[in-house]
């Protein structure tokens, strides 16, 4: 009797210690950007309570940690985008096991055989491919297999002031903003908007920012019909396309119809305040932009706020350029069986949860999400859910498509503020990108 009493007891201990996370839990390292909050969401586990980029990614991670004590994942979060910090990480043999990346990034690490391909993972907890919208799965796609788990659909979007449109006579009949179908239009519409109410049309961070620039390029190049990537190791910018994108924001830049030296933040407060009628921003800020206009006395509050796809002003196909967030997850020899299901959990758990993510303003990953009543009933989804049919991305095999950016940013920005000849500006982006392609 005694002996079966101390048996017991052992078994009773060994249950115990097992059950204890602290004990038996697999450990996960996963890095992230999108922000720090640890102040406001640090410990919060109430999805639903969470808003932003930050607190919604912080509080599901949180969840995920508290509803599986098997697992616990241990978190960095980066400064955006993070890509010189894991570079450097992969070279030194330290990568974490999961990150964010983005879905026109993948290419970079996934053709160097740093990234696991996800498809058996994905498989192992019941979920397929044909569970995510088109764009999100191609997105992620590279070489046949998957080698990210999509978590959203990401575009730049108009963020419009009622009130100012209201001002300058640009709202139709049923409250809706007025939107140029041409670059007359919208050239005719700006000056009207600059007259009427004494503030430029757009708000724009062009201080010390690249990206704007490029993916507004990008946008009206494939709305122009412009394969200008067919050969993904060599770009064609210096082209009539191209040139006709750049002489409209010349044109904007120079009759003011745009703020100027403003940064990304400086252009979100500015347009916060009621300092112009549209900004070129992204989704993210939906969710945000939306909590503003229901506060008393902003400026959002004063006549409304809308959002919508930039709009079709050239002769072609209604598109615009949109990429996507992932979690990605390294290539590792020494990784174990434990870990790996582990990583099947997390990237089930985000999946399960894109809803959550979608309130961000980002578009779900997930097609079950986007068709939803719940998703369509947030505000503003009606006129956004477009992106997820409008969305193109650049070819996956073109690979340094943030450094890609930023040449063609840094280009752009000169001819816009007429510091370089358009010409020239072009024939220099491409030059340049096509030498940075030449030597990867």
Same mark, same amino acid.
């Given at each position: 009797?005694?002996?079966?009493?101390?048996?017991?007891?052992?078994?009773?201990?060994?249950?115990?210690?097992?059950?204890?996370?602290?004990?038996?839990?697999?450990?996960?390292?996963?890095?992230?950007?999108? /922000?720090?909050?640890?102040?406001?969401?640090?410990?919060?586990?109430?999805?639903?309570?969470?808003?932003?980029?930050?607190?919604?990614?912080?509080?599901?991670?949180?969840?995920?940690?508290?509803?599986?004590?098997?697992?616990?994942?241990?978190?960095?979060?980066?400064?955006?985008?993070?890509?010189?910090? %894991?570079?450097?990480?992969?070279?030194?043999?330290?990568?974490?096991?999961?990150?964010?990346?983005?879905?026109?990034? #993948?290419?970079?690490?996934?053709?160097?055989? %740093?990234?696991?391909?996800?498809?058996?993972?994905?498989?192992?907890?019941?979920?397929?491919?044909?569970?995510?919208?088109?764009?999100?799965?191609? /997105?992620?796609?590279?070489?046949? !297999?998957?080698?990210? #788990?999509?978590?959203?659909?990401?575009?730049? %979007?108009?963020?419009?002031?009622?009130?100012?449109?209201?001002?300058?006579?640009?709202?139709?009949?049923?409250?809706?903003?007025?939107?140029?179908?041409?670059?007359?239009? %919208?050239?005719?519409?700006?000056?009207?908007?600059?007259?009427?109410?004494?503030?430029?049309?757009?708000?724009?961070?062009?201080?010390?920012?690249?990206?704007?620039?490029?993916?507004?390029?990008?946008?009206?190049?494939?709305?122009?019909?412009?394969?200008?990537?067919?050969?993904?190791?060599?770009?064609?910018?210096?082209?009539?396309?191209?040139?006709?994108?750049?002489?409209?924001?010349?044109?904007?830049?120079?009759?003011?119809?745009?703020?100027?030296?403003?940064?990304?933040?400086?252009?979100?407060?500015?347009?916060?305040?009621?300092?112009?009628?549209?900004?070129?921003?992204?989704?993210?800020?939906?969710?945000?932009?939306?909590?503003?206009?229901?506060?008393?006395?902003?400026?959002?509050?004063?006549?409304?706020?809308?959002?919508?796809?930039?709009?079709?002003?050239?002769? /072609?196909?209604?598109?615009?350029?949109?990429?996507?967030?992932?979690?990605?997850?390294? +290539?590792?020899?020494?990784?174990?069986?434990?870990?790996? +299901?582990?990583? /099947?959990?997390?990237?089930?758990?985000?999946?399960?949860?894109?809803?959550?993510?979608?309130?961000?303003?980002?578009?779900?990953?997930?097609?079950?999400?986007?068709?939803?009543?719940?998703? !369509?009933?947030?505000?503003?989804?009606?006129?956004?859910?477009?992106?997820?049919?409008?969305?193109?991305?650049?070819?996956?095999?073109?690979?340094?498509?943030?450094?890609?950016?930023?040449?063609?940013?840094?280009?752009?920005?000169?001819?816009?503020?007429?510091?370089?000849?358009?010409?020239?500006?072009?024939?220099?982006?491409?030059?340049?990108?096509?030498?940075?392609?030449?030597?990867?």
């Amino acid at each position: 009797m005694r002996m079966k009493t101390i048996l017991l007891a052992a078994v009773s201990a060994s249950v115990m210690m097992l059950a204890s996370p602290g004990f038996a839990a697999t450990e996960l390292t996963v890095q992230r950007f999108f /922000g720090a909050c640890d102040a406001d969401f640090g410990t919060n586990t109430d999805v639903s309570k969470a808003v932003g980029e930050c607190g919604i990614m912080t509080s599901l991670i949180n969840k995920f940690n508290a509803d599986n004590p098997d697992v616990h994942v241990s978190v960095t979060t980066v400064e955006w985008p993070g890509y010189d910090q %894991l570079t450097a990480q992969f070279a030194s043999g330290d990568a974490p096991d999961i990150v964010t990346i983005h879905e026109s990034v #993948l290419s970079d690490y996934q053709s160097k055989g %740093l990234l696991l391909p996800l498809d058996d993972v994905l498989k192992s907890v019941g979920v397929t491919p044909d569970a995510f919208t088109d764009a999100a799965r191609n /997105g992620a796609t590279k070489d046949g !297999k998957i080698y990210g #788990l999509p978590i959203d659909s990401w575009t730049m %979007l108009y963020h419009i002031n009622m009130d100012l449109f209201k001002q300058a006579d640009l709202v139709n009949a049923d409250g809706t903003p007025i939107l140029p179908k041409s670059v007359d239009e %919208l050239l005719a519409q700006a000056e009207q908007f600059k007259q009427k109410t004494g503030k430029p049309y757009f708000v724009q961070n062009l201080a010390n920012e690249t990206a704007l620039f490029t993916r507004n390029l990008y946008t009206y190049l494939f709305q122009q019909g412009s394969d200008f990537f067919a050969d993904p190791k060599h770009v064609k910018l210096n082209t009539p396309e191209a040139k006709k994108v750049v002489e409209m924001y010349k044109t904007i830049f120079a009759k003011d119809y745009t703020t100027k030296g403003l940064d990304y933040g400086g252009a979100i407060n500015a347009f916060l305040a009621g300092e112009g009628g549209v900004q070129l921003n992204g989704t993210w800020v939906v969710g945000d932009y939306n909590a503003q206009s229901e506060t008393n006395g902003t400026a959002l509050n004063k006549g409304g706020y809308a959002v919508y796809p930039y709009p079709q002003l050239f002769d /072609g196909a209604h598109a615009q350029y949109a990429d996507g967030h992932t979690w990605a997850v390294s +290539a590792k020899e020494d990784r174990t069986a434990e870990q790996t +299901a582990a990583i /099947g959990k997390f990237l089930k758990f985000f999946t399960d949860n894109d809803f959550d993510w979608s309130r961000t303003g980002h578009l779900p990953a997930v097609k079950s999400i986007i068709t939803s009543d719940q998703f !369509k009933a947030l505000p503003h989804r009606d006129t956004i859910s477009a992106v997820a049919e409008l969305g193109r991305s650049l070819p996956p095999e073109v690979e340094r498509q943030f450094a890609i950016q930023e040449i063609i940013g840094e280009e752009l920005a000169a001819a816009t503020s007429g510091q370089k000849d358009t010409d020239a500006a072009l024939a220099d982006a491409e030059t340049r990108i096509n030498e940075l392609l030449a030597n990867l």
